[in-house]
């Protein structure tokens, strides 16, 4: 995924597309480890954090990754949890607003980081339920990672990249 052809719209369209019935357990343990099978394929090291209701229902924290990573799943996903949106979504329109992303409005740093990588569990009918995030890469791919695995778990073939 290049993020100069990433626009609100084609995340928003993602949005649309990844919701789920139901989330439990198991698909949080199927959506984490499809995305470290993925990352393993990809040849690199990533954190994964997925949670419904802060809860966390998987993590792992594959080599070549620190503690720091599981800051940047803390604050990107606080970030989604307050906003209801993937956070590279809030990232890109930073950018289009001419904002530093990094310093928004209302958004304390030490909590919360406008860069992608964590998604919203929407279970349709109920609404945003918890996040799936990754962290370790630039926050293009940490997104990209994170809408790939989506799209297979959900088995659908027409979301925009």
Same mark, same amino acid.
């Given at each position: 995924?290049?993020?100069?052809?990433?626009?609100?719209d084609?995340?928003?369209?993602?949005?649309?597309?990844?919701?789920?019935?139901?989330?439990?357990?198991?698909?949080?343990?199927?959506?984490g480890?499809?995305?470290?099978?993925?990352?393993k !394929?990809?040849?690199? @090291?990533?954190?994964? *954090?997925?949670?419904?209701?802060?809860?966390?229902?998987? =993590?792992? $924290?594959?080599? #070549?990754?620190?503690?720091n990573?599981?800051?940047?799943?803390?604050?990107?996903?606080?970030?989604v949890?307050?906003?209801?949106?993937?956070?590279?979504?809030?990232?890109?329109? !930073?950018?289009?607003? @001419?904002?530093?992303? *990094?310093?928004?409005?209302?958004?304390?740093?030490?909590? =919360?980081? $406008?860069?992608? #990588?964590?998604?919203?569990?929407?279970?349709?009918?109920?609404?945003?339920?918890?996040?799936?995030?990754?962290?370790?890469?630039?926050?293009?791919?940490?997104?990209?990672?994170?809408?790939?695995?989506?799209?297979?778990?959900?088995?659908?073939?027409?979301?925009?990249?």
């Amino acid at each position: 995924m290049d993020k100069h052809t990433v626009t609100l719209d084609t995340i928003k369209r993602q949005e649309e597309a990844l919701q789920f019935t139901s989330f439990d357990n198991d698909a949080a343990l199927a959506i984490g480890n499809k995305i470290v099978e993925m990352a393993k !394929a990809d040849k690199v @090291g990533v954190t994964v *954090d997925v949670a419904v209701n802060r809860n966390p229902l998987f =993590f792992h $924290a594959m080599a #070549g990754t620190s503690p720091n990573n599981a800051d940047w799943i803390r604050r990107k996903s606080n970030l989604v949890n307050r906003t209801g949106r993937a956070s590279f979504f809030t990232h890109l329109q !930073a950018i289009e607003r @001419g904002q530093d992303y *990094d310093n928004l409005p209302t958004f304390d740093r030490k909590d =919360f980081a $406008a860069h992608g #990588g964590s998604f919203p569990i929407v279970v349709k009918g109920t609404g945003q339920v918890g996040t799936i995030t990754v962290s370790g890469l630039a926050g293009v791919d940490d997104h990209a990672l994170v809408v790939r695995a989506l799209t297979w778990y959900l088995k659908v073939d027409d979301v925009p990249l």
